[in-house]
């Protein structure tokens, strides 16, 4: 079908014609981004099945003396009645002094939930310390309260005990204790009963606990030493710190990392000794710190940063097609633009397709020499010509180069993306800045060729 120019404001009408198409390609470019939305969901719903298998973000603590109490109540019904209870609390005491230890292993071998990969480890975790009992004296000697000493127990946080493969040490006050399931209390997790009738009469109790946790997206441990160390090693290369407490010292290398935290009894928000109804999970929580297996290479995260510069790349492409006709006075048809845009917007959806089963990087290249080859072979045909096709496929060879460039900067994308897309306008308003826009559409300056 024949495009002419025929009268002066055609060249307008053209260009909103133009505007509309780049309007209706938001269409297609909403879906692909909802595609990457969905995707990505999909592979949470994996990290989540592993989670559950394996162990997810594990959040493990030193060790917490339990005391039970008792006491007892009695209340007046009327003149006559009265009913005794005998109402059971926990005193909690933490450790003075807590050092920690984590080997953090990234295994060989990940887990797959269909098509998706889940970095899982395993950690080797080391308990050492003691326990203070001069630190629980301003919660005792309470008139009509019965201290249990020798129903207290040693407790072990941990909130995911399926996480736990083995723990093989054990020890407390120079004896093996031997761990099971938690009663209910602050913080779940495994515990031993111990007797501290004679015990706490003395001044420390030292303990050593040695085990091994399994995780997939990170590990978290709580501070609840007066003074807690941590020494973290691991093999994998790209750590992100996070939690209420930073690292002090650390050094990342190719080949993994290793990390250092001190964190003080006045950092935290919670005393060394507390009663039950005192502190509850969420206040621990709140004071952990940890490592994420943060991943550098997201094709979906990278794939929605494409998406978001597509309709940017869409339009500087047609509003440069466009000034090429008006130079080159080389009609494109409108529905040739709407192909074009099309195919524009195929190219994310061959990436988003091809990155879920290859490396990125070699996605892009495939659907991007896909996207030039295309484009090149029908701006030939379109053009009647072959170096116009060859100039088009160095174009935009160059264009998705630039893309590539956004795609792959974390820090730098949104600064980087202003300056090439000012660049890009810049360079078409230099080029087009002398055509007479109002002449172009005149009997004089028309091109006889039809595409």
Known sequence: MAFEIGESGAVTLKAVLIGVIVLLLLVPLAMLRGLVSERSALREQAYTRVAEGWGGSAVL???????????????????????????????????AR????????????????????????????QFKGEFEFAALQPLLDRPGVTYLWHESRLRLPVSEVRSLREVSAARFAEQTVKLGPAQPGVYRGIEAAVDLTELAKTASAAFE??????????M???????????????????????????????????????????????NRSYRQAFAEEEINEQVLDQSSFGVGLYQTVDVYQRSERAVKYAILFIALTFLTFFAWEQITRNRLHPLQYLMIGLALSIFYLLLIALSEHIAFAVAYLAAAVALVTLIGVYVAGALRSSLRGGVAAVAMSAVYSLLYALVLSEDYALLLGAIVLFVAL???????????WYRLGSPSTLNTDRV
């Open 61 to 95: 603590g030193g060790p917490m003396l339990v005391v039970p109490t008792q006491r007892t109540v009695v209340e007046k019904i009327d003149d006559k009645k009265e009913i005794t209870r005998i109402i059971r609390s926990d005193l909690y005491l933490l450790p």
């Open 98 to 125: 807590l050092d920690m230890k984590v080997d953090l292993k990234l295994q060989d071998e990940a887990r797959y939930v269909g098509i998706y990969a889940v970095p899982v480890y395993l950690a080797d975790v």
């Open 209 to 218: 606990f040695h085990a091994v946790a399994a995780g997939s997206r990170g």
């Open 220 to 266: 978290s441990l709580l501070p609840l030493g007066s003074t807690t160390t941590l020494q973290m090693h691991s093999n994998w290369p790209h750590p992100s710190f996070y939690g209420a407490f930073l690292p002090a010292e650390r050094t990342i290398t190719a080949d993994g990392f290793d990390a250092r935290w001190q964190v003080l009894e006045l």
């Open 426 to 436: 810049a360079a078409v308003m230099l080029v087009t800045r002398r055509i007479d």
